[in-house]
Each structure stands twice: as structure tokens, then as C-alpha cells.
């Protein structure tokens, strides 16, 4: 049984290019979170989504970012003309259902804007 | 915004010592996990907490709720090298729904041999 799969592991993008980051999550698992981890900070929330809806963007800045999770493939958190301060960690999660804060994180993809 | 602090922030061990992590908040939580994190890697699941007063056991470490869910402490007995990592807790809020998760300051644990 797989586990949450992100890809690119690793990212180089220059500012002003945009970054796209893609995951797939558990078999099973509709429900998909991104979190974002800057050096020497804690995991911060970004967005939650289901098959084709986002459910809570509260923690996804108001410019330049946006998620989506299609009713087929992976989701993908898209990152438009990129900016140093966008260099960091990001963390897909899925779970199988609401009724439990039980989240299973994929590795990550490592952006580094240059 | 709901805080969980971690203490310590560091702590650098030998092998065969018992150690102590601790979660704090001045906030009720409907839950609260702990994860392990290795460099490079994302945070794994090692234990979910509901109930107030609740003590889960995963081999050497030993998982405490605070009766009245606002803190969490992590024990390990006897760590071994492998235990080395970045340990984590996260709690979902109360009333928010079981969506974004909270993530602590974290601690930052090296066992040596």
C-alpha cells in the first residue's frame, strides 16, 4: 500500500517562474491538506481539499498561490512568480475521512528559489 | 491563534538515557498526535491522544493527554540512536472540524552512542 507521493522532491525555480507541486495520496484517501515548512519554523497549514473542492484555504496567501484537486489525478499546489520568501518545504497530507485529525504526510517537495 | 509550544527545543542525549518532550497550550483540543521527523523526510504518525488522561505506550515511548487537554508529553526509556529526530505534536481545535492540524515549536532530540 502506497504511501502519500509527492513529486518533484526537489525544486529549482528563479523568481518570477512559477512552481508547480504535485501529489497523490493514499489509496483510499479523498480528503488532501498542504502544509508549508520554512527553515527553522513549524509545519503552518495552507489549504484542505476534497475531490474537486477546497474546503479551507485560511492559511493559503491571498496572491500568487493556488491548489486543486481534480476529480482525476493527483493535486497540485501551483506557485506563481515565485519570490525568495517562497523557498521552503512543502508537505502533502491525506487522510480517509473527517472524523479523525489522523493525517499521513507524503516527503515533501524542497522549492528553492533563486 | 492556538500555540503549542514544545520544551525543550533541543536536547542532545547519550545512549541508554531517559528523556522527557512536552506540548503545551492554553488551548482544549478535541485531539493530539505526535510525530517524528528525520531530515529530509516528512513527519510520520506515531500516536493519536483523545481522551483526557489518556497514556499510550509504542515500546520505549510512552504517550500522556493532560486530563484536561491542553498538553501532551512524550517519554522515551532507555533511547537508542535511532530515536534521533525532530519530534513534533499537533492537535486539531476544538469546533474547527477535523481539518487543518496545528503543528508544535518542535524538539529536536540527538541520541549518541
Known amino acids: 500500500n502506497a504511501g502519500v507521493m509527492q513529486n518533484p522532491r526537489h525544486l529549482v525555480r528563479r523568481r518570477g517562474q512559477e512552481a508547480r507541486l504535485r501529489c497523490s495520496p493514499m489509496k483510499g484517501h479523498s480528503h488532501v491538506y498542504w502544509y508549508r515548512q520554512l527553515p527553522e519554523e513549524g509545519l503552518k497549514f495552507m489549504v484542505y481539499?476534497?475531490?474537486?473542492?477546497?474546503?479551507?484555504e485560511s492559511g493559503m496567501p491571498k496572491e500568487r498561490f493556488s491548489a486543486e484537486f481534480p476529480k482525476e489525478g493527483p493535486s497540485i499546489l501551483r506557485i506563481q512568480q515565485v519570490v525568495r520568501g517562497d523557498s521552503a518545504a512543502y508537505f502533502c497530507?491525506?487522510?480517509?475521512?473527517?472524523?479523525?485529525?489522523?493525517?499521513?504526510f507524503g516527503p515533501g517537495t524542497r522549492l528553492t528559489v533563486t | 491563534t492556538q500555540l503549542l509550544e514544545q520544551s525543550p527545543q533541543f536536547l542532545s542525549i547519550q545512549e541508554g538515557e531517559n528523556l522527557t518532550v512536552y506540548c503545551n497550550s492554553s488551548?482544549?483540543?478535541?485531539?493530539l498526535q505526535w510525530y517524528r521527523q528525520e531530515p529530509g523526510e516528512g513527519p510520520v504518525l506515531l500516536v493519536t491522544?483523545?481522551?483526557?488522561?489518556e497514556v499510550k505506550k509504542l515500546k520505549r515511548l510512552t504517550f500522556q493527554f493532560g486530563d484536561a487537554r491542553k498538553d501532551s508529553s512524550l517519554h522515551i526509556t532507555a533511547a537508542q540512536p535511532g530515536d534521533t529526530g525532530l519530534y513534533l505534536c499537533?492537535?486539531?481545535?476544538?469546533?474547527?472540524?477535523?481539518?487543518?492540524?496545528?503543528f508544535g515549536t518542535g524538539t529536536r532530540l540527538l541520541v549518541s552512542p
Open positions: 497530507a491525506s487522510s480517509p475521512r473527517t472524523e479523525t485529525y489522523e493525517q499521513y
Open positions: 499537533a492537535a486539531g481545535p476544538m469546533n474547527t472540524g477535523f481539518q487543518k492540524l496545528v
Open positions: 488551548s482544549v483540543f478535541s485531539s
Open positions: 481539499l476534497q475531490k474537486e473542492n477546497i474546503i479551507d
Open positions: 491522544v483523545v481522551t483526557g488522561g
